[in-house]
T-cell receptor, first 115, second 114 residues
Framework: AQSVTQPDIHITVSEGASLELRCNYSYGATPYLFWYVQSPGQGLQLLLKYFSGDTLVQGIKGFEAEFKRSQSSFNLRKPSVHWSDAAEYFCAVGRGSGGYQKVTFGTGTKLQVIP | DAGVTQSPTHLIKTRGQHVTLRCSPISGHKSVSWYQQVLGQGPQFIFQYYEKEERGRGNFPDRFSARQFPNYSSELNVNALLLGDSALYLC?????????????FGPGTRLTVT
């Protein structure tokens, strides 16, 4: 069974500081990996995805993530955080074949940005 | 292009009642998935439909059912509502079966059961 662990429930960073959100997954083969962001009361917005190929993936809003197979990790990074980045971030692992797909989400990391 | 749309936005129901939630996928997407997100948790997979057939089901009771229509829109039905069904219900569409598994989410339906 696939699973995702986000060990940090809540993170506080200063505006302008760098950010790294941790994500570890469990899956028997090479998974599809995603990071989503959710503002309060809103749906989920896809930040970036990894399916195959280059292990460093770039996303929207200046975010990037690195897939490390040996560590079963897919950590999200941003070099300089803006106040508008305050939101909840979800890592997800998925699999799919033909018309079937299933995505499993982590419990999320809530990011607070202080001036 | 319009994104994934869901209706209604908010809904208040009483225990024991039935509810129907609706979702329209992005144009060209044939796969629709439903998720339940309880406050403070990540989304939990309920169903996935592709070409009007159920392709995946999460660990939810039989009170939960869904269907997909010829135009690829979908309905999620929940019978005999319990207080614990209060949650944000999210719909996502993708091109699963068409070579891409990126899911795009709607804004959700907030269901409150009293």
């Amino acid at each position: 069974a696939q699973s995702v662990t986000q060990p940090d429930i809540h993170i506080t960073v200063s505006e302008g500081a760098s950010l790294e959100l941790r994500c570890n997954y469990s899956y028997g083969a090479t998974p599809y990996l995603f990071w989503y962001v959710q503002s309060p009361g809103q749906g989920l917005q896809l930040l970036l995805k990894y399916f195959s190929g280059d292990t460093l993936v770039q996303g929207i809003k200046g975010f990037e993530a690195e897939f490390k197979r040996s560590q079963s990790s897919f950590n999200l990074r941003k070099p300089s955080v803006h106040w508008s980045d305050a939101a909840e971030y979800f890592c997800a692992v998925g699999r799919g074949s033909g018309g079937y797909q299933k995505v499993t989400f982590g419990t999320g990391t809530k990011l607070q940005v202080i001036p | 292009d319009a994104g994934v749309t869901q209706s209604p936005t908010h809904l208040i129901k009483t225990r024991g009642q039935h509810v129907t939630l609706r979702c329209s996928p992005i144009s060209g997407h044939k796969s629709v998935s439903w998720y339940q997100q309880v406050l403070g948790q990540g989304p939990q997979f309920i169903f996935q439909y592709y070409e009007k057939e159920e392709r995946g089901r999460g660990n939810f009771p039989d009170r939960f059912s869904a269907r997909q229509f010829p135009n690829y829109s979908s309905e999620l039905n929940v019978n005999a509502l319990l207080l614990g069904d209060s949650a944000l219900y999210l719909c996502a569409s993708s091109r699963a079966g068409q070579g891409s598994y990126e899911q795009y989410f709607g804004p959700g339906t907030r269901l409150t059961v009293t």
